[in-house]
């Protein structure tokens, strides 16, 4: 009975740290931009493109440099949002669902004219890594045979609470994201920040992207990200708006999806009780929840959606 | 831009043509975008010219083909279709556009047409009514399930400072989750019928279907008609009404509306609700205009399309009609573009890049304003700009 509970739970672990890092990457990457003071609702695009690029480069160039890839190309739709949102003060959220609609129906065309409409060819996945000592305890084994995108996942968020809260950039950065004008004051230019943070934001989430062509599966299928880039988005609101926050709630939406993935392939009697729609919509009722009976503020940047015009003051 | 004096004051008709200059330049960029685009990854631009033929064909219909028949079923069944798309998008769209006049972003269309929907075609197969009540009951009972889902954003906003952004994203993934994924395929799952399953809801009764409009096969139904009045009703509720003024007081400042003595609170829930209803009723008209039931998934993100429709149409409710029936043709004839192997989604990239310049909007007003500095005392009134189609500032 242990026995089958301990490997019940093993493989759950598994499957939540082969899904988890896309989501951890993304909300890493939203928590960057909307730091900075941009709301970054473009993730899930900027996952679409990442996904979609490293998926074509790793078809000529060896999948872990493809990574890099799939990187350029979230960064390459983040630029155009910093353009529009930094340079000429356009609305984040306007301009964020336009890099979503254009990834979604732009890359669904390239996907039909280069390759097939479901998917590109398969590629090498990214090697698997079997963690000598760990590969013999039960339970941690679950920790062992993912590919680096994983072991990376769980590092970043600390390295990344510690860019933020113990250096100075990271001090500037959130100020940008808090009072732009104290920034300004320091002679500290708020578009420089405000851009680099947004291109930061659309390499991890291009980064995410490559997680799920090249880790999680072996190629681009269709409908990748599938909405992934506004569950990080919830994560992030989860998170409060703190890398070691959304970190929690990846891990938590991921460890929901594992559940509902293993429950649908080896116990489907249960889903007659608990239908997979209660388990999909679980971490936006969660979110929701958290966000109605919260007393105190949100923990959301004071300036973020907020254009900073320098001309303004 | 510097406000002359009333001498020289453009006329109304110059002045919307200025404004909706942007919208229209977006629109036109992004078609030559995209036709540049197919240009290159077909290799030849004669078989990008032959995709938008084929498009516009497949939205307008074929006139060589009426020539050679005569049958004026050339031309209504692709008027059908562009009007059934444009219908539901003219839906979105305004439901989109009447919370952004009063300053809310509705991203929770896609939301609340589901629900919508849902409502419709339950309502549409449960109920049995005579013939002219059944589908007026069925709109009704959308736009109620859906002017319901937009309360809860506006009560978070209100009480505790969430932005409606963020909370209608979660209210979408809530509502598509629990419907696509647990009422249509559970509770509410189509009964088998002589052995073969049917993905979806039970297909609805004959009398809730909205009536076609023409008896020749063309699926124009009486949606289309029902867009352009909600546009017209949505433009004289906001722009001929009290009420309407007030709303748009919000959008523009809502803390002078407030000071003001508007009731804000009152007037944020009152648009909210609205925005619902009318993305409840795209749901309805998706429902009893051509799928008759609702299906496994609805398919296109229409809710999401209602934001592009909304901005591309200057958030004003005839604009967005406008923008509207120009993306249902663009999108009815975008199947027809499968057969030079371009996919049929093809219109929505077109949709979104014009989206994406709209939202340079600035760079197109710092492009159209730029010009040799007059001399003093002569106004720079927006007249219509000389050459616009060479500025390069919309990327």
């Given at each position: 009975m242990i026995h089958e509970v301990v490997s019940i739970l093993e493989a759950l672990l598994f499957s939540m740290l082969e899904y988890a890092?896309?989501?951890?990457?993304?909300?890493?990457?939203?928590?960057?931009?909307?730091?900075?003071?941009?709301?970054?609702?473009?993730?899930?695009?900027?996952?679409?493109?990442?996904?979609?690029?490293?998926?074509?480069?790793?078809?000529?160039?060896?999948?872990?440099?493809?990574?890099?890839?799939?990187?350029?190309?979230?960064?390459?739709?983040?630029?155009?949002?910093?353009?529009?949102?930094?340079?000429?003060?356009?609305?984040?959220?306007?301009?964020?669902?336009?890099l979503n609609l254009v990834a979604l129906a732009g890359i669904t065309f390239l996907l039909e004219s280069l390759y097939s409409p479901t998917g590109t060819p398969s590629i090498q996945q990214l090697t698997r890594w079997h963690i000598p000592v760990l590969a013999s305890i039960p339970l941690l084994r679950g920790i062992s045979g993912h590919s680096a995108m994983t072991y990376l996942a769980l590092a970043a968020p600390f390295a990344f609470h510690l860019f933020l809260w113990r250096t100075a950039a990271?001090?500037?950065?959130?100020?940008?994201?808090?009072?732009?004008?104290?920034?300004?004051?320091?002679?500290?230019?708020v578009s420089a920040l405000r851009t680099l943070a947004v291109l930061g934001s659309g390499m991890l989430a291009g980064l995410g992207g490559a997680a799920l062509s090249t880790s999680t599966l072996d190629r681009f299928e269709h409908h990748m990200p599938s909405g992934l880039g506004f569950m990080a988005v919830a994560a992030i609101v989860f998170g409060r708006w703190t890398p070691l926050g959304a970190f929690g709630a990846a891990l938590f939406f991921a460890a929901g999806n594992a559940l509902r993935i293993g429950l649908a392939s080896s116990a489907p009697g249960v889903l007659e009780?608990?239908?997979?729609?209660?388990?999909?919509?679980?971490?936006?009722?969660?979110?929701?929840?958290?966000?109605?009976t919260r007393q105190s503020q949100s923990g959301a940047p004071a300036a973020l959606g907020t254009a900073y015009d320098p001309e303004a003051r | 831009m510097a406000e002359p004096a009333d001498a020289g004051r453009p006329s109304r008709l110059a002045e919307s043509i200025w404004a909706s200059l942007?919208?229209?330049?977006?629109?036109g960029l992004s078609l030559l975008v995209c036709l540049a685009m197919i240009a290159v990854t077909k290799g030849s631009l004669a078989v990008a010219g032959e995709a938008y033929l084929e498009m516009l064909q497949g939205g307008l219909g074929n006139f060589a083909l009426f020539n050679e028949t005569g049958r004026?079923?050339?031309f209504t069944r692709p008027w059908g279709e562009s009007a059934t798309k444009a219908a539901i998008l003219t839906f979105t769209g305004l439901s989109v556009a009447v919370a952004y006049r009063a300053g809310l972003f509705n991203i929770g269309a896609q939301g609340q047409m589901t629900v919508g929907a849902v409502s419709a075609a339950v309502l549409g197969a449960k109920v049995s009514l005579p013939w002219g009540l059944h589908p007026l009951l069925c709109l009704l009972g959308a736009a109620v399930a859906g002017g319901a889902y937009a309360v809860l954003p506006v009560v978070l906003k209100l009480r505790r400072g969430v932005h409606e952004v963020i909370s209608t994203i979660m209210l979408n993934w809530i509502a598509v989750s629990l419907v696509e994924n647990w009422l249509v395929v559970g509770p509410l799952r189509a009964s088998a019928q002589a052995g073969q399953s049917i993905s979806g809801t039970d297909q609805i009764a004959a009398t809730a279907a909205l009536p076609r409009l023409l008896e020749d096969g063309s699926r124009l139904h009486a949606g289309f008609p029902l867009a352009l009045l909600a546009a017209l009703a949505a433009w004289i509720w906001l722009f001929r009404t009290r009420l309407g003024f007030e709303t748009r007081a919000m959008g523009q400042n809502a803390e002078a509306a407030r000071a003001a003595g508007i009731p804000s609170a009152r007037r944020l829930m009152q648009a909210m609700v609205l925005a619902g209803a009318l993305a409840g009723v795209a749901g309805a008209i998706l429902v009893l205009g051509t799928e008759l039931r609702f299906p496994a998934t609805l398919g296109a993100p229409y809710g999401f399309d209602g934001i592009a429709i909304a901005l591309i149409g200057g958030t004003h409710p005839l604009g967005v009609a406008a923008s509207a029936?120009?993306?249902?043709?663009?999108?009815?004839?975008?199947?027809?573009?499968?057969?030079?192997?371009?996919?049929?989604?093809?219109?929505?990239?077109?949709?979104g890049l014009a989206l994406l310049f709209v939202a340079g909007r600035l760079i197109w007003q710092w492009a159209l304003t730029r010009r040799p500095r007059r001399a003093p005392g002569v106004p720079a009134a927006p007249a219509p700009p000389a050459a616009p189609a060479t500025s390069g500032g919309g990327a």
């Open positions: 890092p896309a989501l951890i990457f993304a909300s890493l990457g939203a928590v960057l931009s909307e730091r900075s003071g941009v709301v970054n609702i473009g993730v899930e695009g900027m996952m679409r493109m990442g996904a979609f690029a490293a998926a074509v480069a790793a078809l000529s160039v060896p999948t872990g440099v493809s990574a890099l890839a799939g990187m350029a190309g979230g960064a390459g739709l983040a630029a155009i949002h910093a353009y529009l949102c930094v340079k000429w003060r356009s609305d984040q959220v306007v301009s964020g669902m336009a990271g001090l500037r950065l959130r100020s940008a994201g808090e009072k732009p004008a104290a920034v300004a004051t320091m002679g500290i230019s009780v608990i239908p997979q729609g209660f388990l999909l919509a679980l971490p936006y009722v969660l979110t929701l929840l958290l966000l109605s | 942007p919208s229209a330049l977006s629109v004026w079923t050339q029936l120009l993306f249902g043709i663009l999108r009815a004839g975008g199947t027809h573009m499968q057969l030079l192997g371009v996919h049929k989604s093809f219109p929505e990239l077109i949709q």
